[in-house]
């Protein structure tokens, strides 16, 4: 069982940056796939951003070029580097293996980021 903790959420004016962490803990096999997925009031959770296990990286063509995934495996952390924000990416934003994401299991509570001027 992993836990995963969602963090580094705010308030930010358009434009600015906001750099999110998810930590895991609990017992672990080996480094798996992993990705950030947000979601809107009202709105499907969508997947933003991947992870390989060999670090390889994808991204929603909406976020492509301003948002940078990338993992410390050593601290079991996962980061989402965000900048030039715009108010469209405002939502709760979640992180997951893509495995467990497949099944809607093992959601944590979101970090929420709100992008407003």
């Known amino acids: 069982q992993v836990h995963l903790v969602e963090s580094g959420g705010g308030l930010v004016q358009p434009g600015g940056s906001l750099r999110l962490s998810c930590a895991a803990s609990?017992?672990?096999?080996?480094?798996?796939?992993m990705g950030w997925y947000r979601q809107a009031p009202g709105k499907q959770r969508e997947m933003v951003a991947t992870?390989?296990?060999?670090?390889?990286?994808n991204y929603a063509d909406s976020v492509k070029g301003r948002f940078t995934i990338s993992r410390v495996n050593a601290k079991r952390t996962v980061y989402l580097q965000m900048n030039s924000l715009k108010p469209e990416d405002t939502a709760a934003y979640y992180c997951?293996?893509?495995?467990?994401?497949?099944?809607?299991?093992?959601w944590g509570q979101g970090t929420q980021v709100t992008v407003s001027s």
């Open positions: 609990g017992s672990f096999f080996s480094i798996t796939a």
């Open positions: 997951n293996s893509l495995v467990q994401a497949k099944d809607n299991r093992n």
């Open positions: 992870i390989s296990s060999g670090d390889a990286t």
